[in-house]
């Protein structure tokens, strides 16, 4: 009896591919259209949004083509309690990474339920990444496309998670998956990457802040290092650290937010210099290749999701709390987002970053 797997299908070109692979190996391919009630955001611009209604018909054109199960879940209510979690994190002058918690919640969490409800023992994505499974436990390995690389939204999946976790792309380039789908002539073949946030358009998200919690933005005050008043701002949830465009204050060179404050209201911003930091404190731990952190760990560490990673020193610090110290200070170490550690390919775990310094 063939082994069943779920494959979340976004219309996308990755997933459509991956969703081959898999009946190329020899599973039952069940697909997975997720409705998370964004399309009305694609009505109103040209950009490209996932999990659209058009998105929706190009995944089940794909399943036809494929000859594969399909099926559309409404993961409406759910997904709105992540853009909410997104709004809260902003309006607490953290800057937020949603992806993250949509794979761990809703393809890894809803879909994984939905799996079982089908006695699947898979769920599958269209991520580059890989998962090996080395001694009973289950080790995320970077992609091989270094662009296309994905570990770093997927540290947070448990053991649990990643057992029943297929990346068929994982060994793949981003160059292979367009050639596979060409030569297949996929509905989805050329079909444009989507955004790195689904919901928010044109990198803006303060219209989304303004729809939801706009009673909550006020205007304060922008400060230097010394907290002297250099003007005003509309609102502290539309910066984040490292922001230079949107000040609207020149002094002669060039100013970037170095710090937030959101129970005072206050943007404080600074020199190039003053965004450089060589230590961090992360909570909200996940490790990946270990049991847990009881002696310092030296890894290569990654604050966002383009950031290249580079050698630090891991210490425990206290019940779920770690602080990382780098060996060379790093640029706009941002609170809300992740921090993730690496041992070459492997990520050995992460956390989320509380704040820089100690």
């Not at 399309?39 to 000859?67: H, W, Y």
């Not at 922008?222 to 502290?236: A, E, F, R």
Request: net charge negative; with cysteine.
């Amino acid at each position: 009896m063939k082994s069943k797997v779920v494959i979340a299908m976004s219309g996308g070109v990755d997933s459509s591919v991956a969703a081959h692979l898999l009946v190329q190996q020899g599973f039952e391919v069940i697909g997975l259209f997720m409705r998370l009630g964004i399309d009305k955001l694609d009505s109103i611009t040209k950009t490209k949004v996932c999990c659209s209604l058009e998105d929706a018909s190009d995944a089940r054109n794909v399943a036809d083509q494929l000859g594969i199960q399909f099926h559309v879940l409404n993961f409406r209510d759910a997904f709105d309690r992540i853009i909410d979690d997104f709004c809260n994190e902003y309006l607490n002058g953290r800057t937020p990474n949603p992806c993250i918690i949509c794979n761990q919640d809703l393809k890894f969490g809803r879909l994984l339920e939905f799996a079982r409800m089908l006695n699947a023992e898979f769920v599958a994505t269209g991520h580059y990444a890989k998962v090996e499974e080395i001694n009973g436990r289950y080790i995320l390995r970077k992609g091989i496309d270094v662009l296309k690389d994905q570990s770093y939204v997927l540290f947070s999946l448990n053991q649990e998670q990643l057992s029943r976790a297929i990346f068929p792309l994982g060994n793949l380039t981003k160059h292979d998956v367009r050639k596979i789908a060409r030569d297949l002539n996929l509905k989805t073949k050329d079909k444009p990457e989507s955004q790195d946030i689904c919901f928010v358009l044109d990198n803006n998200y303060h219209s989304i802040l303004y729809e939801r919690f706009g009673e909550r933005i006020t205007p304060g005050f922008i400060k230097d290092t010394s907290g002297n008043i250099l003007g005003q701002h509309p609102g502290s949830p539309f910066f984040t650290i490292g922001q230079r465009k949107g000040l609207g204050i020149a002094l002669g060179s060039p100013r970037y937010v170095v710090d937030i404050n959101p129970n005072e209201n206050t943007v404080v911003i600074g020199t190039n210099d003053e965004l450089m930091e060589d230590e961090l404190m992360a909570s909200r731990l996940n490790w990946v290749s270990i049991d847990t952190l009881h002696n310092p760990l030296e890894v290569c560490a990654k604050i966002r999701y383009n950031h290249t990673p580079v050698p630090a020193t891991v210490y425990p610090y206290g019940i779920d709390k770690i602080r990382v110290v780098f060996k060379e200070p790093q640029r706009a170490i941002t609170p809300g987002q992740a921090v993730v550690f690496y041992d070459n390919d492997a990520v050995v775990g992460g956390g989320w970053i509380e704040r820089k310094g100690d």
